[in-house]
């Protein structure tokens, strides 16, 4: 789903949401949210910001940034912000992304979720020699 905003000739198209694969704790998953001018005006890219909570961990910052987008987005031209998810707790994250720019709605935001995992340990196996194991 494509959530578009409008302001003073300019719209913004971003995602709603971005939902990130369950992650193990210590790993990274990356989305690519694309952001791009609908409008027929220029948009002015003023710049990004992430945050998160976690309910164990509480304000985190499991979710990075970076992106393509130069100061500016012509009309119909586009841009990628690639956020990284690296969970450090068991649970779930919910984050937001936040777009400014020169829009009256602006910041933008777009909701980020994802989870942590636990990491799968392996068992050990071990034979008396009598064929049955232990």
Request: with cysteine; charged share 5%.
């Amino acid at each position: 789903m494509i959530l578009y905003l409008q302001g003073q000739g300019t719209q913004v198209g971003i995602p709603a949401t971005v939902a990130f694969p369950s992650t193990t704790v210590g790993s990274s998953s990356i989305m690519t949210v694309p952001v791009t001018n609908v409008g027929t005006t220029t948009l002015t890219i003023g710049g990004f910001w992430l945050s998160c909570y976690n309910d164990k961990a509480g304000i985190c910052n499991y979710y990075t940034q970076t992106n393509n987008c130069g100061a500016s987005l012509a009309p119909a031209q586009s841009c990628n912000v690639t956020v990284t998810f690296t969970p450090a707790v068991v649970g779930s994250s919910p984050g937001t992304l936040s777009v400014m720019d020169n829009d009256l709605t602006s910041p933008q935001q777009i909701n980020l979720t994802g989870s942590g995992t636990a990491a799968v340990k392996g068992s050990a196996v071990s034979s008396s020699g009598s064929g049955r194991i232990r």
